[in-house]
């Protein structure tokens, strides 16, 4: 499984547009490229998940480029409530079903 | 709504003393997880169900057994904890045959101290 490197922790302020970019290397031809949240003493949840170029939701977006060596999450003006730790997980889903092997995460602090 | 459900939320146990998590879940997936999650540290997965397979991660250590006796219902059990083993510890589940196959649902997470 490739091995994911992100920052461990980023600051923001309400409102403010978050990005925080994972690098992932060694990343498979058939590896995608999934994001979960995580508030204290809750289970992850899943966020985002591509392949390559861009993805959005409701939630995020999720940018991959072409050699998709690295992604980019990025949260639009973001809130208190988004204060948590974000992983960034890489593998292969073409089987139908996923393991997650988690990273170390980075834990984002919205200030007022 | 359905939902992965983790019982008892907290789990105080003493040192050596067996003890049972449970995990029961209401979306009928056929994948089941079990992670540990140590304070400040990431999610660490343990074991999972595919259907009726259990496969075991080759680091966890064999005080560490599972059973999932139907569906809906997957246990944790811990034959002798060790102070080293109070952590929270998650449930997770996955519909392999599903449009989300590629999300796990996790529950709350039921959180063990040992004495």
């Known amino acids: 499984l490739a091995k994911t490197t992100q920052p461990i922790s980023m600051d923001s302020y309400e409102g403010q547009e978050v990005n925080i970019t994972c690098s992932h290397n060694?990343?498979?031809?058939?590896?995608?490229i999934t994001w979960y949240q995580q508030f204290p003493s809750q289970g992850p949840r899943f966020i985002i998940q591509?392949?390559?170029t861009k993805v959005t939701n409701e939630v995020a977006s999720l940018f991959i480029p072409a050699d998709r060596k690295s992604s980019t999450l990025s949260l639009p003006r973001v809130s208190l409530s988004d204060t948590a730790v974000y992983y960034c997980?890489?593998?292969?889903?073409?089987?139908?079903?996923?393991?997650?092997?988690f990273g170390a995460g980075t834990r984002l602090a919205v200030h007022p | 709504d359905a939902m992965v459900i983790q019982n008892p939320r907290y789990q105080v146990t003493q040192f050596g003393k067996p003890v049972t998590l449970s995990c029961s879940q209401t979306?009928?997936?056929?994948?089941m997880y079990w992670y540990q999650q140590k304070s400040s540290q990431a999610p660490k997965l343990l074991f999972h169900?595919?259907?009726?397979?259990?496969?075991n991660e080759a680091d966890t250590p064999d005080n560490f057994q599972s059973r999932r006796p139907n569906t809906s219902f997957c246990f944790l059990d811990i034959r002798s904890p060790g102070l080293g083993d109070a952590a929270m510890y998650l449930c997770?589940?996955?519909?392999?045959?599903?449009?989300?196959?590629?999300?796990?649902?996790f529950g709350p997470g039921t959180r063990l101290t040992v004495l």
């Open positions: 979306l009928n997936h056929n994948v």
């Open positions: 997980l890489v593998g292969d889903i073409s089987g139908g079903y996923n393991k997650l092997i």
């Open positions: 169900y595919y259907d009726k397979d259990f496969n």
């Open positions: 060694n990343i498979a031809t058939n590896d995608y």
């Open positions: 591509g392949y390559k």
């Open positions: 997770a589940t996955t519909d392999s045959g599903g449009p989300n196959y590629n999300e796990q649902f």
